[in-house]
């Protein structure tokens, strides 16, 4: 791969690793993907280390009650897979109690609009099948 055709917004300077390297907005999430990848961890364990690490150091922007979503590439398999942890609707909402609200539609936001949150159990099954660490 030719890096020079690759032209980068950025005036930091461009950064190329040969054995991984996790970005995060907070450098103690990214600290905490690295040391898992320094443990003998994949992309995955060191993704969730991250992700954890932020609801921590940054809940803001980063939480356990939202969804969760990722593109995983198994090279050994040659397979894209797609994890899609976005929370199901609660099981008492229906299109009648919508209605009776007075909505024509489903509304995209309020308290009608809340999903389960789907991260926790979004990283549960990532782990499971494509990290090498687990959750301990």
Request: hydrophobic content about 45%; aromatic content about 6%; proline content about 5%.
């Amino acid at each position: 791969m030719n890096f020079e055709s690759y032209t980068f917004p950025s005036r930091r300077s461009n950064i190329i690793s040969h054995n991984g390297m996790v970005a995060t907005s907070q450098p103690l999430a990214a600290q905490a993907g690295l040391n898992v990848l320094k443990a003998g961890g994949n992309a995955v364990d060191a993704a969730i280390a991250t992700v954890a690490t932020l609801c921590v150091v940054e809940p803001c922007s980063t939480g356990i009650g939202g969804d969760a979503f990722a593109l995983i590439w198994q090279a050994d398999e040659g397979k894209l897979y797609g994890l899609n942890a976005s929370g199901p609707a609660p099981m008492a909402l229906t299109a009648d109690l919508v209605r009776s609200q007075g909505h024509t539609n489903y509304p995209a936001i309020g308290g009608l609009a809340v999903t389960v949150p789907g991260s926790l159990r979004g990283w549960q099954l990532a782990l499971e099948r494509f990290g090498s660490l687990g959750l301990d």
